[in-house]
């Protein structure tokens, strides 16, 4: 598979949020005033560069060379956790803003389980560390317009009159499936014999 194919391959097909439902948390988990922002979509690319990479590492070492698969899972919920321990800590070093920021940014790439999902779906493909990195690409491009389209149709239906019964949670559904039939009609487009 060519760099484009696998890149392409990544953001459509194996969606973090659409195809695998991981990173709705802060979405539908109760934050009805959660806002996907560019910043948030920064950390997130950044975030789970490092976690592939040290991850991938580690499956080869682990996995690869020692042959230990069963450590695998326990494995990557370990350096994902010392991951935003190590966030937290140096973001409370620079300033407490910063820190709060850092904070605020973790909590919904922890408890979406968005960058686990990621590592274990890029780990799964046997790839090389160049290609897991262009896979992880792809697939956090994906989860950031994913979650930046629905954040959209949202803040563009605040400004509407909806039924009470629709807003909230079930308008949240409704906007993510137009946001997966948006992305399925343009994989579908773009790359029609995948």
Not at 32 to 50: P, S, V
Not at 56 to 81: D, H, P, Q, Y
Not at 125 to 141: F, H, K, Q, T
Not at 154 to 172: D, K, N, S, V, Y
């Amino acid at each position: 598979m060519s760099t484009v194919q696998l890149l392409l391959y990544y953001f459509f097909f194996q969606n973090l949020t659409l195809v695998f439902g991981l990173g709705l948390v802060p979405v539908l988990g109760g934050r009805q005033d959660y806002r996907f922002h560019k910043l948030d979509f920064w950390f997130a690319i950044l975030f789970m560069a490092i976690a592939v990479m040290l991850t991938w590492g580690l499956n080869w070492l682990i996995v690869g060379l020692l042959g230990f698969g069963f450590l695998r899972t326990m494995l990557f919920v370990l350096v994902i956790a010392l991951m935003i321990h190590a966030f937290d800590r140096l973001a409370g070093k620079l300033s407490q803003r910063t820190a709060e920021s850092v904070r605020i940014m973790t909590g919904p790439i922890n408890a979406s389980c968005a960058v686990m999902g990621l590592v274990v779906l890029v780990s799964g493909g046997n790839l090389g560390l160049l290609d897991s990195l262009i896979a992880a690409l792809g697939a956090v491009l994906g989860f950031g317009a994913a979650l930046l389209m629905h954040s959209g149709i949202m803040r563009r239906m605040e400004l509407e009159w909806l039924p009470r019964h629709f807003r909230g949670l079930p308008f949240a559904l409704i906007s993510l499936g137009l946001v997966s039939l948006v992305f399925m009609s343009i994989s579908s487009l773009l790359v029609p014999g995948m």
